[in-house]
């Protein structure tokens, strides 16, 4: 199975986001509910490896408190988590243009700073965060960030796409 996955840390972004994805009501948008329980798994994961430590990239990252889930941001992860699936495309930036930063914001969250994962073709969060964990493209960084206090976690199982399974991080801290 394939494995793809990208890291991503914006401070200052601005533009117009995409509309489409109905927070309230996100399975009218294509997120199924089916998806909850591995974003729980994520999120138990990701502080997990926050508690313990980690290396990055051959750097001793200390351990850090954990994160919280925050609904704007879980909107957001999994907004992008079925555009990815649904668009058949990998990336943080949509063809539209709408960064993570504008996710984020078009969902609700008043952000001083954001970062974003995304990976792909993995069936477990455990498998997708220990590869995140030990990537060189800045993910294990975003998932060790000291000054990040909340988290959406999205995914989304696209049968008919190329990596059919779409996890995506949101950290951030406001304002």
Same mark, same amino acid.
């Given at each position: 199975?394939?494995?793809?996955? %990208? +890291?991503? %840390?914006?401070? %200052?972004?601005?533009? =117009?986001?995409?509309?489409?994805?109905? =927070?309230?009501?996100?399975?009218?948008? +294509?997120?199924?509910?089916?998806?909850?329980?591995?974003?729980?798994?994520?999120?138990?994961?990701? @502080?997990?490896?926050?508690?313990?430590?980690?290396?990055?990239?051959?750097? !001793?990252?200390?351990? &850090?408190g954990?994160?919280?889930? @925050?609904?704007?941001?879980? =909107?957001?992860?999994?907004?992008?988590?079925?555009?990815?699936? $649904?668009? !058949?495309?990998?990336?943080? $930036?949509?063809?539209?243009?709408? #960064?993570?930063?504008?996710?984020?914001?078009?969902?609700?969250?008043?952000?001083?700073?954001?970062?974003? @994962?995304?990976?792909?073709?993995r !069936? #477990?969060?455990?498998?997708?965060v220990?590869?995140?964990?030990?990537?060189? #493209?800045g993910? =294990?960084? @975003?998932?060790?960030d000291?000054e990040?206090? !909340?988290?959406?976690? +999205?995914?989304?199982?696209? $049968?008919?796409?190329?990596?059919? #399974?779409?996890w995506?991080? &949101?950290? +951030?801290?406001?304002?």
């Open positions: 199975m394939r494995w793809q996955s %990208l +890291g991503f %840390l914006a401070l %200052l972004l601005a533009g =117009c986001p995409d509309a489409g994805f109905d =927070c309230e009501d996100p399975e009218s948008s +294509g997120w199924s509910s089916a998806g909850a329980p591995d974003e729980q798994a994520m999120l138990d994961e990701v @502080n997990a490896r926050r508690a313990a430590g980690a290396v990055c990239n051959g750097a !001793d990252m200390p351990a &850090v954990p994160v919280t889930m @925050n609904d704007s941001l879980r =909107c957001a992860a999994r907004r992008h988590a079925v555009d990815l699936g $649904e668009r !058949d495309y990998f990336a943080h $930036e949509s063809p539209g243009g709408v #960064t993570p930063a504008e996710r984020a914001e078009e969902a609700g969250y008043d952000w001083g700073r954001i970062s974003e @994962n995304i990976a792909g073709g !069936d #477990t969060a455990e498998l997708t220990s590869d995140l964990i030990g990537s060189t #493209t993910h =294990c960084e @975003n998932i060790m000291a990040v206090f !909340d988290v959406g976690m +999205g995914v989304a199982t696209i $049968e008919d796409s190329e990596l059919s #399974t779409y995506v991080q &949101v950290f +951030g801290a406001e304002r």
